[in-house]
């Protein structure tokens, strides 16, 4: 904010010269019509206020009209010579203008000074100019409210987006400056964030529905206005809200005393309410007219004393002469039961009359529509056949709920660009993509609306994922579209994705379980089959030996019933010739410890044929000796009662059981 160097300009000499040498007419007054008087010019300067260095130089002056030091200057005006005095100076010799004191812009937003230029001589040089001295904002003051307190009313159970009343604040900045820009806000409310502030004109609204006068009856709200857009200098205010009763609570019987009755009806509309009878017996002495019998106690928790609270109590039934009358006690709101007629004589026995009261319970539009469920998943893509089935519930009774109306938030016209709403029946409606969306979680503000007289609506956050599209139009990964909701992870895509897991275990099991019966009911199907010769089985399944031909090598059945002339058993794999070779007689074993001779017997001549294989037979029959560890084979017929029996241990007894153990093993 240097000042700027500003000459005085002076007035053109007139060319007398030309005018002393004889120009022609024409010229002279050609030269007179070009002529400007010329005047010295000072910009507007500008000076920030509560500038602290003083002095301070605003600007220097000149006149050309005389060799410097030959020109006397002076200023005067507000800030000089009128009030407020003493601002602004100037050194008359270098017309240099000196700021001799702080500035206040809410005082003084500028000064217009007069500046002079005369010689020593005291003669003006230069017509008087104007100076002018713009003083620059600061941010120095603070917001301040129109009042400290401000008092509001709303009824309750208003409906959201409820207006209550609107505060206001000023500041003495300069407001065509971020300095006076103001901005509101709620610092703290209570209980639950019922109001909202509107930032730039100060309205307060509800910001969502449950109003309830008999919970919280007043809510004081601390406010904020700040400048520099919400970012500067701030000030608080107090805003008391006070609710209005409705007639939303039914009085409710405090003793079973007084009469046999129906109920009571409150002064206004009151939701359904038990009005199971209520008994009570009492006596009151004929002629007594006049005389109060008896109180019928009930309370009501709407506002006391008003007509919502007032009780009104009448005898329907019981008293056809009308012996009897109820009123209301203004002070307690309690039935009054009174004799009304005095009777003749009303006898031995003492007669007595019964009377019944009713509760007239009229239904009243006090709730609005709740959204079900407040979350969900889509299909990213439109017309991919992904959509989102909304539903709505309402504490109110017919014909105060249904059917609802569901609409995007109308101050939130954008939406309508990417997502629509149709009806889909009286309480479920279809939200549905307009334009492919990229994967994640939305939160879109939907209003819903019941069909009650007046109607009641409330807007709700519904929060949706948006999942990559499969072929069928569903999420892509149900797993991966369930994470990425995050908090608007609906409980049915859970209960699915749980179930899904414990239904693919079931069949798991229950495949292994068929398999393990197949095996079982096969190993039995062997035994029954093999089970006159369980040896017969064991060469069936042996590939240790030679192949198929050492399985056929001897023929078994000879060894349980040997010929009578016991000759040795013949080799099926020898070539076939004209007569067999003759060979030694043997007897049949006499018992079982003489099949070990048998079998060597059979040996030798096996080892003595030249027309066989060189297979080594006796690999296949070779007897293991007596006494082994291992049980007789006639066990395993035993697995047929015993289906869980251990057939590993018949891996020990050699390489000729370990197929067998793989049959029958687990």
């Known amino acids: 904010m240097g000042p700027p160097l500003l000459l005085a300009c002076l007035l053109a000499p007139l060319c007398a010269r030309g005018a002393s040498m004889g120009s022609p007419p024409g010229w002279r007054h050609h030269e007179g019509a070009r002529r400007v008087k010329r005047a010295w010019v000072i910009p507007p300067i500008s000076i920030s206020e509560n500038h602290k260095r003083i002095p301070h130089l605003l600007v220097q002056i000149k006149s050309d009209k005389q060799q410097p030091g030959?020109?006397?200057?002076?200023?005067?005006?507000?800030?000089?010579?009128?009030e407020p005095l003493g601002i602004f100076s100037i050194d008359k010799f270098s017309g240099k203008v000196f700021l001799n004191a702080t500035l206040d812009r809410e005082q003084n937003d500028r000064f217009r000074l007069k500046a002079f230029a005369l010689d020593l001589g005291g003669a003006t040089l230069e017509d008087p100019t104007d100076l002018e001295i713009i003083v620059v904002d600061q941010n120095d003051n603070r917001p301040l409210f129109s009042s400290d307190v401000f008092t509001g009313h709303i009824v309750e159970g208003a409906a959201p987006g409820t207006c209550v009343l609107t505060v206001e604040a000023t500041d003495a900045d300069d407001p065509e400056t971020d300095n006076a820009a103001l901005r509101f806000s709620i610092l703290e409310q209570g209980h639950g964030d019922m109001f909202r502030i509107n930032a730039s004109t100060g309205e307060i609204c509800t910001a969502r529905g449950g109003l309830d006068r008999e919970a919280v009856g007043v809510y004081n709200l601390t406010l904020q206005a700040a400048d520099m857009s919400g970012d500067g200098l701030t000030t608080t205010a107090t805003a008391v809200i006070h609710l209005d009763d409705i007639n939303d609570n039914a009085p409710e019987f405090t003793k079973e005393e007084v009469l046999r009755m129906a109920g009571v009806r409150g002064g206004g509309a009151a939701p359904p309410a038990d009005t199971s009878p209520l008994q009570f017996s009492t006596e009151v002495e004929e002629q007594a007219g006049g005389a109060e019998v008896g109180r019928v106690l009930v309370h009501d928790k709407d506002l006391a004393g008003s007509p919502n609270w007032a009780a009104k109590f009448t005898i329907l039934e019981g008293d056809p002469e009308g012996a009897f009358a109820i009123h209301t006690d203004p002070?307690?709101?309690?039935?009054?039961?009174?004799?009304?007629?005095?009777?003749?004589?009303?006898?031995?026995?003492?007669?007595?009359?019964?009377?019944?009261?009713?509760?007239?319970?009229?239904?009243?539009?006090?709730?609005?529509?709740?959204?079900?469920?407040?979350?969900?998943?889509?299909?990213?893509?439109?017309?991919?056949?992904?959509?989102?089935?909304?539903?709505?519930?309402?504490?109110?009774?017919?014909?105060?709920?249904?059917?609802?109306?569901?609409?995007?938030?109308?101050?939130?016209?954008?939406?309508?660009?990417?997502?629509?709403?149709?009806?889909?029946?009286?309480?479920?409606?279809?939200?549905?993509?307009?334009?492919?969306?990229?994967?994640?979680?939305?939160?879109?503000?939907?209003?819903?609306?019941?069909?009650?007289?007046?109607?009641?609506?409330?807007?709700?956050?519904?929060?949706?994922?948006?999942?990559?599209?499969?072929?069928?139009?569903?999420?892509?990964?149900?797993?991966?579209?369930?994470?990425?909701?995050?908090?608007?992870?609906?409980?049915?895509?859970?209960?699915?994705?749980?179930?899904?897991?414990?239904?693919?275990?079931?069949?798991?099991?229950?495949?292994?379980?068929?398999?393990?019966?197949?095996?079982?009911?096969?190993?039995?199907?062997?035994?029954?089959?093999?089970?006159?010769?369980?040896?017969?089985?064991?060469?069936?399944?042996?590939?240790?030996?030679?192949?198929?031909?050492?399985?056929?090598?001897?023929?078994?059945?000879?060894?349980?019933?040997?010929?009578?002339?016991?000759?040795?058993?013949?080799?099926?794999?020898?070539?076939?010739?004209?007569?067999?070779?003759p060979g030694p007689l043997r007897r049949p074993p006499r018992g079982p410890s003489d099949i070990e001779d048998f079998i060597n017997e059979g040996l030798e001549a096996a080892d003595g044929d030249p027309s066989v294989p060189p297979y080594d037979t006796a690999l296949i029959y070779d007897y293991e000796g007596s006494g082994s560890a291992g049980s007789a084979l006639s066990s395993i017929v035993s697995s047929l009662t015993d289906g869980d029996q251990d057939y590993d241990y018949l891996r020990e007894w050699g390489p000729r059981f370990r197929r067998l153990a793989d049959l029958y093993g687990p």
């Open 70 to 82: 030959g020109v006397i200057y002076s200023i005067k005006g507000p800030g000089v010579d009128e």
């Open 331 to 581: 002070h307690t709101n309690d039935g009054v039961l009174t004799v009304a007629k005095v009777g003749g004589g009303r006898a031995d026995p003492p007669l007595s009359a019964t009377g019944t009261l009713s509760i007239e319970i009229v239904e009243v539009n006090d709730h609005a529509p709740q959204l079900l469920p407040p979350s969900g998943a889509v299909c990213g893509r439109p017309g991919r056949g992904g959509a989102v089935l909304l539903g709505a519930s309402d504490r109110d009774r017919p014909p105060h709920g249904a059917p609802f109306h569901f609409q995007l938030s109308p101050r939130h016209p954008q939406l309508a660009r990417n997502w629509s709403i149709t009806r889909f029946n009286v309480t479920h409606a279809v939200l549905a993509v307009l334009a492919e969306l990229p994967a994640g979680p939305y939160s879109l503000p939907l209003v819903l609306r019941d069909s009650g007289t007046p109607p009641r609506e409330q807007q709700q956050l519904l929060n949706v994922s948006v999942c990559p599209c499969g072929r069928d139009g569903l999420c892509e990964d149900g797993v991966l579209a369930a994470t990425s909701a995050g908090v608007g992870v609906a409980l049915e895509a859970l209960v699915v994705i749980v179930s899904s897991g414990i239904l693919l275990l079931l069949l798991a099991l229950l495949g292994a379980a068929q398999v393990r019966s197949r095996r079982r009911e096969h190993r039995r199907a062997l035994l029954q089959r093999w089970g006159d010769d369980v040896r017969d089985s064991v060469l069936n399944y042996d590939e240790q030996g030679g192949g198929e031909e050492d399985q056929d090598a001897y023929d078994l059945s000879q060894l349980r019933h040997p010929p009578p002339h016991c000759r040795p058993p013949l080799r099926r794999d020898a070539p076939l010739r004209s007569s067999p070779a």
